[in-house]
């Protein structure tokens, strides 16, 4: 039976959702903590300790499986519904507000925020937290004691918490400090610990059959806050309902009681999944917020003996530093992830550790004591959300600039001055598909929550054969989201159409994809749909065609063009979308043409350091200075492996020479633009500055394109004029080019190869002569300045060969080139030595990766030595073999006969001829002799 729950739309049935399905609760990508995951795997025995590099990739790729990927339908509903209602409660305060602002004339800078959080710490009957079977080296947050006053000092203190080496760290209501300029206090208190009803496993389980997550984590978080309501007082209760986030009287006011516990964080007894697991495995618990299942038209559940209700929550582990607590509130906040979470997900998104939703939350040390701030995504929209100090921006508009340029001065992200400077750019249109007939057709739009409509009204003719048909192609998730005709509102029977389906009550409905079914036209499979009118001959009426979706997934939408009704068999109406009708009502339909409209998107620059709470970015050797994100609003996630380049927020890499085969966590720490040369890293020889960003060079990281982004060349460009040497402050030029000196600068490499010897040729189009060119070869910093250098690679291998060429304008692209090399593997070597010591120097060369070596010394004697020495017990005749084998078993052998003469002693009579000369003579031919070999074939 399908896993997917019944929904209506609108906001009737709230949160309800069936037990059976809600009671599993997804895993949150952004807390995944690779090094610790392959840490339990071997020490619990499930990765061998010497596996090979590949192997652990593919038993992390394993182990996180569950945590990429859209996740259930349930939980995309339910964290899509609570946008939802969160939006319509923030609208419903807008006005609200607005009107008290105006009569208070209160600043929104001057708007504070206090929240009160529970706290309850809960433990298994197999996994006490005091026997927790913990040593110091399996957590960096490892404590003797994790008593309730250590979670007290993590989450509320307001002078840090010990860490485990006695350092102070700073805690979640510091955290939240600071990002919010001392707007926001992050309050509360921790109530436990308590003991579970079941082991561990029987809430932390992976559900096979619900994309393995948590089989009963909410079950968990009831039974501990129920346990934690149970030793409280009424009046102490009430302390922690002072919010109404979702407007449930619809009153505009969210800061009044609303009879659902306002912050609920849950803290269990193991290591979290997150981060391997601990003693548990996958049987613990991943962290991550969520809800408790609802009955329809509720929210959440009635905790016993109590009149208040739980709903939301977030869970964390025993060992959970600063870090894993704000990311995990960031989304009670209603902060979405800004990892990559799609199924395919590997490398991640370009926002790596700059942001406290993506890696930002394990930045510091030890790891995820120290987390890095926001990304100007989320800062705008707490700014927006909460009011106070959370940003204070300066906006430019692109279409306003000029090639004269717009200075602004910025100061670090966590300071008070001006910290976050966006740039409006105009919408993209996105390209679509051709229409029917013609230049233009009608579309639906494509989205979440859509209730969009086109409509005519018609006085019908008196006809015994009425009939509307049009030709229309869709993509629409199968029947959660659906068209519809009507007529005066009532959903008319025609071809394609459903009587009914199993996830609403919506009737005569079209859904599913157009291409997939028989008779179809071209690729999008353009169908005929007919629909009869007769029975409303001669009267007059309203016919509307409405697309509604769900809160999450979904196709493109409803095309339709080429409108008509015929009667007996006469056209009497048609509408082709070639000319706007005055007639036609478009609500959310739109009359396009082979493009759809563009979202909202923009750059926001930051400059970032290490003061404040970007301390733990140095940590990582995250460079300091200016930041430029690209925010498209077109996107609604960091899907980056399902769409490269492109996604809701993601830092513009100025370096764009890639480090290794690293992840984009490890890619984009040089992302930033400063005057100044970046400090060394390992494995990054590329440590040069680039201080202007210009978004006509590629940005692209097209080796690794999940790393990099795909950005609109409108001509835009930001200067670094000055900068701090702590880049605590900065001086910008903001411009856009009036005249591009000729069309774009780009370049290809072509490399022509001969063994290990290859030429390389750059291809240029665009830019203004003359041209500089430097080459990498990727071989240990190893280039060249020529157009058309050579070079000789000495190992077989894989190289990341790199070009970047400056025109007279000071334009610059930069391309890359995988090469692989393949030398043919060659056993050489040659001998040297005297007497019966003989040393054997290896010259082998080619192959793919590390050599071994196989020396058999024709005694009997061998040896795996790549240059060994051997002593033969006797003079005489020897064969040596020398067996030279690759990393992908590739072998090359190559003998040659050695003779053996026993040392000459030398005389010690002197000559009574004279002349010491004859003497050595003598002892140097002798030597000569000592060793003679030929080459066997």
């Not at 939350?361 to 120290?370: D, E, I, L, N």
């Not at 859509?450 to 009425?466: D, G, I, K, R, V």
């Not at 992840?663 to 494995?683: E, N």
Request: aromatic share 10%.
């Amino acid at each position: 039976m399908s896993l997917k729950p019944v929904f209506a739309l609108g906001a009737a049935c709230l949160f309800g959702i069936s037990n059976a399905l809600a009671a599993t609760a997804p895993a949150d990508p952004g807390v995944i903590n690779k090094e610790q995951i392959l840490y339990w795997l071997e020490k619990r025995g499930e990765l061998d300790a010497d596996a090979s590099e590949e192997e652990r990739q593919q038993a992390l790729a394993a182990y996180t499986a569950k945590a990429t990927g859209a996740g259930s339908k349930a939980a995309q509903v339910l964290k899509a519904r609570e946008q939802q209602l969160l939006q319509q409660a923030r609208s419903n305060s807008l006005r609200q507000s607005k009107l008290m602002r105006a009569q208070s004339r209160v600043a929104d800078t001057d708007v504070t925020k206090r929240v009160k959080v529970l706290a309850v710490l809960v433990d298994f009957p197999d996994l006490p937290y005091n026997n927790n079977r913990l040593s110091p080296g399996d957590t960096e947050m490892y404590y003797a004691n994790y008593s309730v006053a250590h979670y007290r000092d993590l989450l509320f203190s307001d002078a840090g918490f010990p860490g485990p080496q006695g350092q102070v760290l700073p805690s979640a209501y510091q955290y939240y400090q600071a990002v919010s300029g001392q707007s926001f206090f992050f309050n509360g208190d921790v109530k436990g610990w308590f003991r579970a009803s079941q082991n561990a496993a029987y809430y932390g389980a992976n559900d096979p059959n619900n994309n393995n997550d948590d089989t009963a984590a909410t079950e968990l978080v009831e039974e501990a806050v129920a346990a934690a309501v149970a030793s409280m007082s009424t009046a102490e209760l009430a302390l922690y309902d002072i919010e109404d986030p979702y407007d449930i009287d619809a009153d505009g006011n969210l800061n009044e009681a609303d009879g659902i516990l306002d912050h609920v964080m849950i803290f269990h007894s193991s290591i979290g999944e997150e981060a391997g697991g601990g003693v548990l495995g996958d049987d613990a618990i991943w962290s991550h917020r969520f809800f408790v299942p609802s009955a329809p038209g509720q929210y959440g559940q009635a905790i016993p003996g109590s009149n208040m209700r739980l709903f939301g929550y977030t869970i964390q582990p025993l060992d959970a530093g600063t870090g894993v607590c704000t990311h995990e509130f960031g989304h009670d906040l209603g902060l979405p992830d800004e990892y990559d979470t799609s199924a395919e997900a590997s490398d991640g998104s370009p926002v790596g550790l700059w942001s406290l939703m993506s890696g930002g939350s394990w930045a510091g040390s030890p790891r995820g004591s120290q987390p890095s701030g926001f990304s100007p995504y989320a800062r705008s929209f707490l700014q927006d959300r909460y009011k106070g100090r959370w940003v204070n921006e300066q906006s430019l508009d692109y279409q306003a600039l000029d090639s004269n340029g717009t200075q602004v001065s910025l100061t670090h992200a966590n300071s008070s001055g001006v910290n976050q400077l966006a740039i409006k750019l105009p919408s993209d249109s996105i390209a679509f598909t051709q229409a029917y007939q013609g230049q233009y057709q009608y579309y639906s739009n494509q989205g979440d929550q859509l209730n969009n409509a086109m409509s005519f009204e018609l006085q019908l003719p008196m006809s015994t054969s009425l009939t509307l048909k049009m030709k229309a192609h869709w993509q629409i998730e199968q029947d959660y989201d659906y068209m519809q005709l009507l007529v005066d509102g009532v959903p008319l029977a025609g071809s394609h159409t459903k009587s009914s389906n199993s996830i609403n009550n919506a009737a005569n409905i079209i859904s599913g994809d157009s291409a997939a079914l028989s008779g179809g036209e071209g690729e999008q499979g353009w169908q005929e749909l007919s629909f009869d009118l007769s029975a409303y001959a001669g009267m007059n009426k309203q016919i509307s065609l409405v697309y509604r979706t769900d809160e999450a997934v979904g196709g493109y939408g409803f095309v339709v063009d080429d409108i008509r009704i015929e009667s007996d068999g006469n056209l009497v109406y048609s509408d082709n979308a070639e000319t706007a009708l005055e007639a036609v009502n478009l609500s959310g339909f739109v009359r396009t043409d082979d493009s759809r409209p563009g979202a909202p998107r923009r750059y926001l620059l930051q400059l970032r350091n290490y003061q404040g709470v970007d301390s733990g970015l140095q940590q990582d050797s995250y460079e300091p200075g200016l930041l430029v994100w690209f925010e498209n609003l077109a996107y609604s996630d960091n899907k980056v492996a399902e769409h490269p380049g492109y996604g809701l927020i993601g830092v513009v890499d100025a370096d764009q020479n890639l480090i290794g085969n690293r992840d984009t966590d490890v890619q984009v720490r040089d992302a930033s633009f400063s005057l100044y040369p970046q400090s060394a890293f390992f494995g990054d020889p590329h440590l040069g500055n680039n201080s202007l960003f210009d978004d006509s060079d590629d940005y692209s990281a097209p080796l690794k394109p999940q790393a990099g982004l795909v950005l609109p060349q409108l001509g835009l460009m930001v200067q670094l004029l000055t900068q701090e040497q702590d880049s605590s402050q900065a001086q910008l030029l903001v411009s856009k080019r009036s005249d591009s000196n000729g069309t774009e600068l780009s370049a290809s490499i072509s490399a022509q190869q001969e063994g290990g010897n290859v030429s390389f040729s750059a291809n240029l189009s665009g830019g203004t002569a003359p041209y500089t060119y430097q080459w990498d070869f990727g071989v240990g910093g190893v280039g060249s300045t020529q157009a058309t250098p050579q070079y000789s690679y000495s190992e077989s291998g894989t190289y990341t060969v790199t070009l970047t060429v400056t025109d007279a304008n000071n334009r610059q692209t930069v391309t890359s080139l995988q090469l692989t090399v393949s030398i043919p593997l060659s056993a050489l070597f040659d001998i040297s030595g005297t007497g019966l010591t003989v040393q054997f120097n290896n010259l082998s060369r080619g192959g793919s990766g590390e050599l071994s070596y196989q020396w058999d010394f024709g005694d009997g004697q061998s040896s795996t030595v790549a240059s060994p020495s051997h002593t033969y017990s006797a003079a005489g005749s020897y064969s040596v073999r020398l067996t030279v084998t690759d990393s992908q078993n590739n072998q090359s052998s190559n003998s040659r006969t050695l003779v053996v003469s026993n040392p000459v002693v030398p005389n010690t009579t002197e000559s009574s001829s004279g002349g010491g000369g004859g003497s050595l003579g003598s002892l140097s031919l002798l030597g000569l002799a000592l060793i003679a070999w030929r080459r066997r074939r």
